[in-house]
């Protein structure tokens, strides 16, 4: 089973950027889809990129050109840069690992990802 420990998340002001990084443990992320989840208070998670196990990438709408995800698999680690950050980026930001290994299809749903992180705070300021 993998453990998986984000870090990064803290106050910034609007227009400012951040990265966020999740180290996983126990399991290697190689071949595997990761995923950064979002949620803010009183609302569902939402997914804000993911990594596929092939290296492709893909992006809600609502951070398209504004945010990176990539990994490092020898060093087992998932980045999410966030540059021109909004007051509504403001959540709770948690790293995920899809339980299928070399999946090669493009249907990602949330179910999929069975590990998670602890979550990391992100809150912007306008």
């Known amino acids: 089973q993998v453990q998986l420990v984000e870090s990064g998340g803290r106050l910034v002001q609007a227009g400012d950027s951040l990265i966020l990084s999740c180290a996983a443990s126990?399991?290697?992320?190689?071949?595997?889809?990761m995923g950064w989840y979002r949620q803010a208070p009183g609302k569902q998670r939402d997914l804000v990129a993911i990594i596929t196990g092939a290296g492709s990438t893909m992006y809600a709408d609502s951070v398209k050109g504004r945010f990176t995800i990539s990994r490092d698999i020898p060093k087992n680690m998932v980045y999410l840069r966030m540059n021109s950050l909004k007051p509504e980026d403001t959540a709770v930001y948690y790293c995920?690992?899809?339980?299928?290994?070399?999946?090669?299809?493009?249907?990602?749903?949330?179910?999929?990802?069975?590990?998670w992180g602890q979550g990391t705070q992100v809150t912007v300021s306008s």
């Open positions: 995920a690992r899809d339980r299928r290994r070399f999946y090669g299809g493009s249907d990602y749903p949330i179910e999929s990802f069975d590990s």
């Open positions: 126990g399991a290697t992320i190689g071949w595997y889809a």
